[in-house]
Every structure is written in structure tokens, then in C-alpha cells.
């Protein structure tokens, strides 16, 4: 009699364990459907989206947690934390652990994928003119983009801690930061803007005709060094970032020691480089991994700016030409492959860290 | 006392130099939002900066040469004859300056220098961008032109439509691992967590192709789930370290007297975590909102050209393609995109500013 109980038991559990994902993915499936055929009002379109979005991830945990609440007890703490880290390892695995092993695959074939090639696309990226002025490219917006963002950004941290109006002038700096590098072409766009004629409209070439000089179309002429005039945006959106982070780093050097270092006679300039930068070289160097790897990355100031024209590919961008205007999968991927091991150096750090900081 | 004279001295120059920095900082936006208010004819004919007084031609009489004046010939006025070639462009006699008003009504200016500013402004810009009709401006030619309008308010919702559900997903998904990862005992565990770390600064290219495979395989190419997935699967890993480092340091003793009293992790997890992780939630919302609203990769690739899906950044990246010199609309455009960061931004700078402190590893 209880062994009959037990084993109805387990079969509603059974039941129940598979009826409710089914329940979520056909809810959630119907809701999709609606989205991609209804054409709704863009502003009830809005609304609904973003009520099925909110409450809908909310469900799924909901309702996969009462289940796993009906099991035994032995089992529920066996099977709870799946539930809790379920979705976040579905979704990294399928799309960014599994996709970066497909794409590494990928680049061992040729342009549409049918015939296996071995290195030749690697041979390709070191030696195809517009794959190494990709390469090349990115070099300089690494190492200026980088440099002048840490140095601006260390600078205006010093002098905002020592002004008077230190708030508003971080603010100000660190405003660029929060729009779209779109947004933020479009503003360089016009500054850069060149018409022939007397009157310039854009401020760059105003002042360079003010003070006498020739208007020039800075994106499209003196190359390779129209890269620095991309690059100038970069730096007009990040240096907020280090300037916000080195900011709080300076902040925390106990004024116990800079009092002391003075007392021994050690000017401003002295202080700056032997107490305040070994003090925070630890922020010195997660910054600079960051905005490195930003750089690697950069894809949408080129984009907007010349679309690559004029020598300014870079690697993303020309990832993305060879993509969809070339249809060239074994380049493309060859090129995000490259993306990828410039940047394990610093998943090694980032590693260490953790590892020094720990771990688990 | 001389020292503090020589830390009064160096205090002013940390200002003026600071201050200089602050105003090359902000000239581009304010260059932005000023042009976004000119008429199309102005922006074209002169600088935004112009709107600040400063000492230009204005027009002090004007002269009605006979109608039948021959233009191919010298043209006599006032004793002195001109071409029509410097008249187009304007010459300068004693301190003022003759120049065409209207060419074909024979029509002449005479321009003094003095203090001058063009301020005139309209939102025409705005409503020709944010609309999707017709609309007819006036060039500086004087010649009026039809341009249609390019349906920035549907774009707006669709941003919105976008990035809401994008950053509640993921921080809702990444929040639960968080809290398994650092309180729940689990196999694979550690070795879990290690690749989220490692994902952090993995460039989202080298995930691209194959998802755009399965994508439209599965038909979510264009859609919103689609994009909401891309981008939450991008987001997690930080997202899911930046929770971890903030759940992970709540004091033992709270899960243990909500054990005993008998409290479900998953009561512990909503009743408990998240009111107690607010700031650290708002942090890092700020930051994926931004990052998703500011977007133009992922929605480029995922969401592909269908305007009824199309969001702003890849609304104005068009534009620049198609009317890269109508600025009017440009300046708009971007405006109008940039609103919602800013004013969140200045809104919620303190929590943006925690939550860049503490995702300063994102790539």
C-alpha cells in the first residue's frame, strides 16, 4: 500500500518534471509567434515586449523551482542549483562557449565552409594588403587609443582631485561615456566635415582656415594618419572611464603617506612617481587591459565614420566586410580567431587575479 | 606663508587648466544640440558657433539696381563697376560689403560689420526625423526641397523594445547563478565559474557566425527573442561576476537564521538577496541598458535591415549612409538617441559610476 502511494509519487514528480518545461516553452513559444506576425503598434508592441520579457524569465524560474520544491529533499538539493545556474549554462554554452569552438573550426576551411584548408586563412591575415592594413590599424588604435586614454585620463584625475570643482568637471569628462559610439560619430562627423569653399562649417577646418591654414577632408586624406582622427574620438569616450577609475584609486592612497612624503622635501612631480603611480599600478594595469581590449574590438566609430574606406579598416570591420560584403566565412572567422588570442593574455590575468583574490 | 602664496598660485593654474580640458570636452555635444536646433539652411551656410555674437557683415541698406542690368557686362554702382562674380561672392569697398540679396530681381546688400548672432531657431529638425512623412525645407539657395521623414519615433519604441527585456534577462538569469555559485554546493562548480571568468573579455565576433547559422536555422533572425538572447548570452558573464562579487559578500549568519526557519532558496533568493543587492542591481543594469541601448554590432548582424524592427543606432548609421550631408537631420538624430543615456546618466551618475568601478573588465 505505501509502495503503491510511493510510486504514484514519483510518477506525478516524473509527470510534473516534464509537463511544466513543456508548459514554459510552449507559453513562451506562443508569445513569439504573436511577436513575429502580428505587426502591432510600435508603442503596444513596446509595452508587450517588455512585460513578456520581464515576467516571462520570472515564470520560468517560478515554475522550474516549484517542481523541484515537490522533490524529496535529497533530491531537491541535488537538483536545485542546476535549476538556479540552468539558464545562465544553456546560454554561455550554446551561444558563446560552443559558437567560439565552431568558429576556430571554421577557420580551418575555405570561403564557404565546404573544404578544409589548414592554415592558409591564418597565411591569409599576415599576408592579404587589406587583412594586415586591418592588422596594422589596430596596432595604432592599441597603442595611441590606449596611451592617450590612460595618460588624459590619469591627468585630469590628479587635476580634478586638486581643483576646485572637481565634480562638475568629472561629470563633464565622463559624459561622452554614456552615448552611442553612433551618436558619437555623427558629432565627430560634423566636426571633421569638410566643404570646398570659403566657409567651413565644420569646426576643425574653421579653425584651421582662421589661422590660416588649408581645409582639409581629414578622413579621407594624409593617410595612414587619418586613423589618429578616429582614434581622437576613442579618446574623447574613454578617457572618462579612466579618469572615473583612477579617480577613486587616488582617493585611496592614505594621505599619511603623501603628508610623509612631503615632509621629506619631495616635490609634486616627485611625489606623483614614486608614491601615487607604484600605489595604484594595479588600477594602471586593469585599466590598460580594459581599454586594450577595447580597442581590439573597436568596430562602430570605424563603421560610421568611413566604413572602412580610406585605409581605416580595422580588424572587427573588415571581420564584418568580409562577412557580408565578400561572403567570406573562412576569413571572417580566421579574423575573430585572431580577435581571440590577442585578448588571452589578459584572460590570463583576469585568472590570476581571481586566483589571488581567492578564488572560491 | 610663502608657500601657501605658491599653493594659492598652482591651485589656479589646476583650474584654468582643468577648466580648458573640461570646455574641449564638451564643445563636440554642445556643437551637436545647438546645429539640431538651427534651420537646414543655416547649418549649411554657417558654423553653429556663429550663433555666439560675434563681429560679422550685417546687411545695412539695400540697393534696386535697374531690372534690366546686364549681368555679363561690368556692373556700375556708386561710381565703380563690379563683375557679377565678385558680387556673388562679395565685395569689400571702405569698410562694407556689396553682395547679391537676389540675383535675378537685381536685388543688392550693403553689409556693415557689426555685432551680430543667428538665432534663429526650430524644431523642424526634430519633427522631420521623428516622423515618417513629407516634409519641404528651404535651402541656403533660397530653393525649397522635399525630403521624407525617416520614422525615428518607431525606431525610439523599438529601442525600447529592445533593450528593456535585454537587461532584465540577463541580470534576472545571471543573479540566480550568482547566488547558486557563491552559496549552493554543486559539481563543476569551480570549473563553472572559471569559464564565466574567462568569457569576460571574449570578443562577441568570435561568436557571431555560428549563432547567425543557428539563428536562421531557427528563424530568429529579426526577431526580438532573438536579439534579447544574443545579447543576454553576451552580458552574462559579466553581469554574472559582477553579482557574484556582491552576493558572495552577504554575512553567513543571514541564510543560516533563514534556513532555520525553514525558507526555500528560492524565498531566500527573492524575499532576501535582491532587496538586500539593490545597489549593486541598479549598478549594473545602468551599465547593460546602456550597453544594449547604445549598440549598433549585435542589432547590425541579429536584427538585419527590416525597418519595423530597426532601432536607432542602426536608424542613424543609415542615415549617415544615405544623408551624409544633411546635418539637420543628423544632429537631430543623434540627439534624439542620446537622450535616454544622458538623462539616465545624470540621473543615476553615482550608481553608473559603482558600476563601471566594479565591470571595468567587461570587453
Known amino acids: 500500500m505505501e509502495l503503491q502511494a510511493k510510486k504514484g509519487h514519483t510518477l506525478r514528480l516524473l509527470l510534473l518534471s516534464l509537463l511544466v518545461p513543456a508548459l514554459n516553452i510552449a507559453i513562451h513559444g506562443l508569445f513569439f509567434i504573436l511577436f513575429r506576425d502580428a505587426g502591432l503598434h510600435p508603442i503596444l508592441n513596446a509595452v508587450i515586449a517588455v512585460i513578456w520579457g520581464a515576467f516571462g524569465i520570472y515564470f520560468i524560474y517560478y515554475s522550474m523551482n516549484w517542481v523541484v520544491e515537490q522533490y524529496p529533499d535529497q533530491w531537491k538539493r541535488r537538483v536545485l542549483p542546476f535549476v538556479f545556474i540552468g539558464p545562465a549554462v544553456l546560454l554561455l554554452g550554446w551561444l558563446l562557449v560552443l559558437p567560439t569552438l565552431r568558429t576556430l573550426y571554421l577557420s580551418f576551411f575555405d570561403s564557404n565552409s565546404a573544404n578544409f584548408i589548414g592554415l592558409a586563412n591564418y597565411a591569409a591575415v599576415f599576408t592579404d594588403r587589406l587583412l594586415v592594413m586591418a592588422l596594422r590599424n589596430n596596432l595604432l588604435w592599441v597603442f595611441f587609443g590606449t596611451l592617450a586614454c590612460v595618460t588624459l585620463g590619469l591627468l585630469i584625475a590628479i587635476l580634478a582631485d586638486r581643483s576646485s570643482f572637481e565634480k562638475i568637471a568629472k561629470g563633464l569628462i565622463f559624459m561622452p561615456m554614456a552615448i552611442s559610439f553612433v551618436a558619437a560619430g555623427v558629432i565627430w562627423k560634423f566636426i571633421y566635415y569638410y566643404q570646398p569653399g570659403q566657409e567651413q562649417i565644420g569646426l576643425l577646418n574653421a579653425i584651421v582656415v582662421t589661422f590660416g591654414g588649408e581645409a582639409q577632408a581629414w578622413l579621407s586624406m594624409i593617410r595612414p594618419w587619418n586613423n589618429l582622427f578616429l582614434i581622437a574620438i576613442l579618446i574623447w569616450m574613454q578617457t572618462g572611464f579612466a579618469m572615473v577609475i583612477f579617480s577613486a584609486a587616488i582617493k585611496s592612497i592614505p594621505e599619511s603617506i603623501l603628508e610623509a612624503a612631503r615632509m621629506d622635501g619631495a616635490g609634486e612631480i616627485r611625489i606623483f612617481f614614486s608614491v601615487i603611480i607604484p600605489y595604484i599600478s594595479g588600477t594602471l594595469l586593469s585599466v590598460t587591459t580594459t581599454i586594450v581590449v577595447f580597442t581590439l574590438k573597436i568596430f562602430d566609430v570605424v563603421m560610421i565614420m568611413t566604413g572602412g574606406q580610406y585605409e581605416t579598416d580595422v580588424v572587427a570591420t573588415q571581420f564584418y566586410r568580409q562577412l557580408f560584403m565578400f561572403q567570406n566565412t573562412g576569413y571572417g572567422s580566421t579574423l575573430a580567431i585572431v580577435l581571440l588570442i590577442a585578448v588571452i593574455p589578459v584572460i590570463i590575468i583576469n585568472l590570476r587575479q581571481f586566483r589571488r583574490e581567492g578564488g572560491f | ?363
Open chain 2, 1 to 363: 606663508m610663502r608657500r601657501k602664496k605658491s599653493v594659492r598660485k598652482s591651485k589656479w593654474l589646476v583650474n584654468t587648466v582643468l577648466a580648458i580640458i573640461c570646455l574641449i570636452w564638451t564643445i563636440p555635444t554642445l556643437g551637436l544640440l545647438v546645429s539640431s536646433v538651427r534651420p537646414a539652411a543655416d547649418i549649411l551656410s554657417t558654423g553653429w558657433w556663429k550663433v555666439i555674437p560675434h563681429r560679422g557683415w550685417t546687411t545695412a541698406e539695400q540697393l534696386q539696381l535697374p531690372k534690366d542690368t546686364d549681368l555679363r557686362e561690368p556692373i556700375a554702382i556708386q561710381d565703380r563697376t563690379y563683375t557679377d562674380d565678385e558680387l556673388r561672392s562679395g565685395v569689400e569697398v571702405d569698410g562694407t560689403r556689396l553682395i547679391w540679396e537676389n540675383r535675378r530681381a537685381r536685388l543688392l546688400n550693403v553689409q556693415e560689420k557689426a555685432w551680430t548672432s543667428n538665432l534663429e531657431f526650430t524644431t523642424q529638425n526634430y519633427e522631420t526625423v521623428l516622423g515618417g512623412k513629407n516634409y519641404s525645407i528651404t535651402m541656403p539657395d533660397g530653393s525649397t526641397k522635399t525630403e521624407k521623414g525617416s520614422g525615428m519615433g518607431r525606431s525610439f519604441w523599438n529601442t525600447l523594445a529592445v533593450t528593456v527585456p535585454a537587461t532584465v534577462i540577463p541580470i534576472f538569469i545571471a543573479s540566480f547563478a550568482a547566488y547558486a555559485f557563491a552559496w549552493l554546493r554543486f559539481p563543476g562548480r569551480r570549473t563553472m565559474f572559471v569559464i564565466v571568468i574567462a568569457l569576460l573579455v571574449v570578443p562577441m565576433q568570435v561568436a557571431l557566425i555560428p549563432i547567425l547559422r543557428d539563428y536562421t536555422v531557427l528563424g530568429l533572425n529579426g526577431t526580438y527573442f532573438g536579439i534579447w538572447l544574443a545579447h543576454t548570452a553576451f552580458g552574462l558573464p559579466l553581469i554574472t561576476y559582477f553579482m557574484y562579487s556582491s552576493i558572495s559578500q552577504l554575512p553567513k549568519d543571514l541564510f543560516e537564521s533563514a534556513f532555520i526557519d525553514g525558507a526555500s532558496n528560492f524565498t531566500i533568493f527573492s524575499r532576501l538577496i535582491l532587496p538586500l543587492s539593490v545597489p549593486a542591481l541598479a549598478s549594473i543594469s545602468i551599465f547593460q541598458f546602456l550597453w544594449v541601448w547604445n549598440d549598433y554590432l549585435v542589432s547590425l548582424i541579429f536584427l538585419g535591415s527590416r525597418p519595423e524592427v530597426q532601432v536607432l543606432s542602426m536608424n542613424i548609421a543609415n542615415l549617415v549612409g544615405s544623408r551624409g550631408n544633411d546635418w539637420h537631420l543628423l544632429t537631430a538624430a543623434a540627439f534624439i538617441s542620446m537622450l535616454m543615456p544622458l538623462t539616465v546618466f545624470f540621473a543615476l551618475q553615482k550608481y553608473f559610476v559603482r558600476g563601471m568601478l566594479g565591470g571595468s573588465v567587461k570587453g
